[in-house]
């Protein structure tokens, strides 16, 4: 062993120098040179840093660095994220996305244009004016539709979701306000005139049922009291000791 070079390493190393860190790691731990000011200085670490990829060799792991216009990578010519003012787009990094796609300043990636989509007109409404349906021969008619998709930033926009129509109907006239509510309160003093009526007609019935109760009760109170008579006029009769 080199007099610089020691073995009895910290952090991962498998040899390493006071001058430069790790020169070598462990198995399975990436080699990795970082920069502190004038020098570079090797550590060895589990996974690769932001802007660096992991290569796999036989004797040794290095982790290399991405694009400059790359902030992370899975191999030098394929990204997986941009850095500001980049779109990515198939693992590439594009200040303009191409023709056919938008920038998605969300995601900070090149999508497909999402144009607007709408469902099938609903049936034509009732031939309506001021929102009656009597008292008139010409009103309008409408139908709606709704947005089943929204369109993308470059999508086409959305068309009308309501479509209004004249229509002409046969005239027929409309129930009065105040007639309809006249009836109404007449139809409920009928309907408690009614019910009066019945609970009257109930209470008659108990209370007939009820004296007829007590008739009933009296009729047998003075049966029993004819029944109970005779035999008392027996035990007050004379008994005859002539014998």
């Not at 498998?14 to 860190?21: F, I, L, Q, R």
């Not at 790359?70 to 779109?87: E, H, I, L, V, W």
């Not at 109930?202 to 049966?223: D, V």
């Amino acid at each position: 062993v080199h007099p610089n070079v020691s073995q009895g390493c910290q952090g991962g190393c498998a040899t390493c120098s006071d001058y430069n860190g790790c020169l070598s790691c462990k198995p399975r731990l990436f080699f990795v040179l970082e920069r502190i000011g004038m020098k570079q200085i090797g550590v060895c670490l589990s996974s690769c840093p932001s802007g660096y990829y992991g290569t796999r060799y036989p004797d040794i792991n290095k982790c290399a660095k991405c694009k400059a216009d790359c902030d992370t990578c899975f191999t030098r010519n394929f990204c997986t994220k941009c850095k500001s003012g980049f779109y990515l787009y198939s693992g590439k990094c594009l200040e303009k996305c191409p023709d056919g796609l938008e920038a998605n300043n969300h995601t900070m990636e090149c999508t497909n244009i999402v144009h607007c989509e709408a469902s099938e007109w609903s049936p034509w409404s009732p031939c309506t004016k001021k929102g009656k349906t009597c008292g008139f021969k010409r009103g309008t008619e409408v139908r709606v539709r709704e947005i089943v998709q929204h369109p993308s930033a470059k999508g086409n926009p959305c068309p009308a979701t309501s479509e209004s129509r004249k229509c002409i109907v046969q005239r027929k006239r409309c129930q009065k306000e105040g007639k309809g509510k006249k009836n109404r309160e007449e139809k409920r003093k009928k309907s408690n005139k009614d019910e009066s009526k019945e609970t009257r007609q109930e209470s008659k019935g108990r209370a007939a049922r009820r004296q007829n109760r007590e008739q009933r009760e009296n009729n047998n109170k003075t049966q029993a009291k004819k029944r109970k008579a005779p035999n008392k006029e027996q035990d007050l009769a004379p008994v005859d000791t002539a014998h």
